[in-house]
């Protein structure tokens, strides 16, 4: 059987994102596996440069595999990217005393769009309670999304075909599961005020935060909910809390006038604690999902098990005049810190959300998004996704092959 050897070297990175295992790739390619090989222009006709901020735990591990991808199906589109990497989250407090650097917001602010690896808590930082609120690493995510001024999460829930046996679910349950969540990502619960701590009429210690949304707070999101529905199968479902909180009575109705404007989508409302048990029994119903900035954060990691695990998790973070942040759901999960098992797929997915939705750059996010097909075709699997037979391997090794099936697989569209 003959075969074709594929090579690709002088991938350049900024030195801190390149992993030593990755300088060469090669891949080889046998009749059976259908692949057609396309050139593309040798000299990059746009360019973009992007933020780098790969924060904490493993955020410094899968980021350099998104960063890879990114680069190299650019340059194979005729695109090159420009990377800035900067500090955020707890190494930018070990290093510069404060979660979010003002270079960092600069930088931020200058480039074409924002990707974040994670923020938290990590093996050499197990706790941050000893840290003033403000200087706590999850507050440079909380700043960064401020400053950008984004306000919409997007959290895609697909399954893969590949990994239906991933999943801690049955396969009639989760197989051709894909939907949106959207989640309110500026106001309510998290950023609501008065808040704080207190003493009730007892003389006992209490704690308080307020929910509180805007009539323009819930429009606007809600509008990015029923534009992505009409591009989808034109259904929005809308999560509260209707019957007990004030917050969400105003959400149902500014929701439902503003479905007034959208007369080919269907809306529905559901209270928050019936979605959490209607993603697990039957989470096809749902095409787009639109909630509040708590239930998003709460129902979008619930949801993240249909698909095998939050680490096959991306997000985008849209809507502010300027650069759009992406940022993978997992967080810096410092179980697994430095252990070179963590999977970048959550990562990947995000740089093809970052070039989708932030770029609109289509056929460079297709091509990835046949790369990650392929690799799982090829039977490769971090040990969180384990199936049947399956080749358990690394987040660099994983990385390694997505990198070469970017080589060989090319959108549908694009093949003669």
């Not at 439902?256 to 209270?271: G, N, Q, W």
């Not at 991306?314 to 179980?335: K, M, R, T, Y």
């Amino acid at each position: 059987m003959s075969t074709v050897q594929i090579h690709a070297s002088g991938i350049k990175l900024p030195i801190s994102l390149i992993p030593t295992t990755t300088k060469r790739i090669s891949r080889v390619i046998s009749k059976r596996d259908g692949s057609r090989i396309r050139c593309s222009a040798t000299t990059p006709n746009k360019k973009y440069t992007i933020a780098v901020l790969p924060g904490d735990g493993i955020g410094t591990e899968v980021t350099p595999v998104a960063v890879e991808a990114l680069r190299l199906a650019g340059s194979l589109e005729g695109i090159d990217f420009e990377f800035k990497e900067m500090l955020v989250g707890g190494a930018a407090y070990e290093a510069t005393g404060v979660p979010f650097p003002e270079e960092t917001l600069k930088a931020s602010l200058e480039s074409d769009a924002v990707y974040l690896g994670a923020v938290g808590i990590t093996k050499k930082m197990p706790s941050s309670d000893h840290l003033p609120k403000h200087l706590r690493p999850e507050v440079g995510l909380m700043r960064i999304r401020r400053a950008l001024g984004v306000y919409a999460n997007l959290r895609p829930i697909t399954v893969f075909p590949q990994l239906l046996e991933a999943s801690s679910l049955k396969r009639s349950v989760t197989e051709g599961v894909d939907f949106m969540i959207i989640r309110e990502l500026a106001g309510g619960l998290y950023y609501g005020k008065p808040r704080g701590f207190g003493m009730n009429e007892k003389g006992e210690e209490t704690g308080f935060c307020t929910e509180i949304y805007s009539s323009n707070e819930v429009d606007r999101v809600a509008r990015i909910a029923f534009d992505m529905a009409m591009e989808r199968r034109g259904k929005v479902c809308s999560v509260d809390k209707a019957t007990v909180l004030e917050s969400s009575r105003l959400w149902r109705r500014r929701v439902t006038i503003m479905s007034e404007e959208y007369p080919e989508v269907d809306l529905s409302h559901m209270l928050v604690d019936t979605s959490g048990m209607e993603l697990i029994r039957y989470p096809k119903q749902f095409d787009v999902l639109l909630t509040t900035n708590v239930f998003g954060d709460i129902l979008s990691d619930v949801a993240a098990m249909i698909t095998g695990g939050i680490g096959m998790l991306p997000s985008a973070c849209i809507g502010g005049p300027g650069p759009q942040l992406f940022e993978p759901v997992h967080g810096s999960a410092p179980d697994i810190d430095g252990e070179d098992v963590a999977n970048p797929l959550a990562a990947v997915l995000t740089a093809v959300m970052l070039l989708r939705y932030g770029l609109k750059e289509e056929a460079v996010a297709k091509r990835i998004e046949n790369a990650i097909f392929d690799t799982l075709n090829e039977g490769f699997r971090t040990r969180d996704i384990s199936t049947p037979g399956a080749k358990i391997v690394g987040c660099k090794k994983m990385g390694e092959e997505i990198l070469k099936s970017l080589y060989v697989r090319v959108p549908s569209y694009q093949l003669n």
